[in-house]
Antibody, heavy 122, light 110 residues
Framework: QITLKESGPTLVKPTQTLTLTCTFSGFSLSTSGVGMGWVRQPPGKALEWLALTYWDDDKRYSPSLKNRLTITKDTSKNQVLLTMTNMDPADTATYYC??????????????WGQGTLVTVSS | QSVLTQPPSASGTPGQRVTISCSGSTSNIGSKTVNWYQQFPGTAPKVLIYGSNQRPSGVPDRFSGSKSGTSASLAISGLQSEDEADYFCSAWDDSLNGWVFGGGTKLTVL
């Protein structure tokens, strides 16, 4: 059974750096074809992809946010971290981590964490 | 402004068939498979369709997906009250080198 859980601060001040942790179980991030991504959703708005790390340590970032994002994985701890610098009230959102399954024909996020709401306010 | 375009709302009565469209471009839907996610208020998204037309185990066959050119569609037949949710399409974009999502469609069962 695959489980994922996001953790981190619920409130950050503008200009601060946010670090979120996704702790997972039920699969290995060392397995070929597996990746872990972060997706956020401002209240009442659409999903927005942020970053992705693959089993082979390949990493991808949203072009609009790449200068502010860092994704790292700790395979031994079954954790993936997302760091976002220079937080702004516009970054207020629920942040989800999700497992990506990748094959020759398709890729999709097949399991999602429950999400964690991060509010940016002074 | 989302890269993939969906109608903000859709509705139908129980038993009806409803379709939700998702329009993209050659760099995403035109060259990649499409995924659809269902999201209930206050909960995480759940994959409904992957690979444009594949259903994960446990998803009723009332849900189906299709793709043609740079557009994709999600069809729900035999609409039920529990289908009332938000639906998002998604695809990899080769130009942006990242995942893109639609703005979401809120489905109301009348």
């Amino acid at each position: 059974q695959i489980t994922l859980k996001e953790s981190g601060p619920t409130l950050v001040k503008p200009t601060q750096t946010l670090t979120l942790t996704c702790t997972f179980s039920g699969f290995s991030l060392s397995t070929s074809g597996v990746g872990m991504g972060w997706v956020r959703q401002p209240p009442g708005k659409a999903l927005e992809w942020l970053a992705l790390t693959y089993w082979d340590d390949d990493k991808r970032y949203s072009p609009s946010l790449k200068n502010r994002l860092t994704i790292t994985k700790d395979t031994s701890k079954n954790q993936v971290l997302l760091t976002m610098t220079n937080m702004d009230p516009a970054d207020t959102a629920t942040y989800y981590c999700a497992v990506l399954y990748s094959s020759s024909w398709y890729e999709y996020f097949h399991h999602w964490g429950q999400g964690t709401l991060v509010t940016v306010s002074s | 402004q989302s890269v993939l375009t969906q109608p903000p709302s859709a509705s139908g009565t129980p038993g009806q068939r409803v379709t939700i469209s998702c329009s993209g471009s050659t760099s995403n839907i035109g060259s990649k498979t499409v995924n659809w996610y269902q999201q209930f208020p206050g909960t995480a998204p759940k994959v409904l369709i992957y690979g444009s037309n594949q259903r994960p185990s446990g998803v009723p066959d009332r849900f189906s997906g299709s793709k043609s050119g740079t557009s994709a569609s999600l069809a729900i037949s035999g609409l039920q009250s529990e289908d009332e949710a938000d639906y998002f399409c998604s695809a990899w974009d080769d130009s942006l080198n990242g995942w893109v999502f639609g703005g979401g469609t809120k489905l109301t069962v009348l």
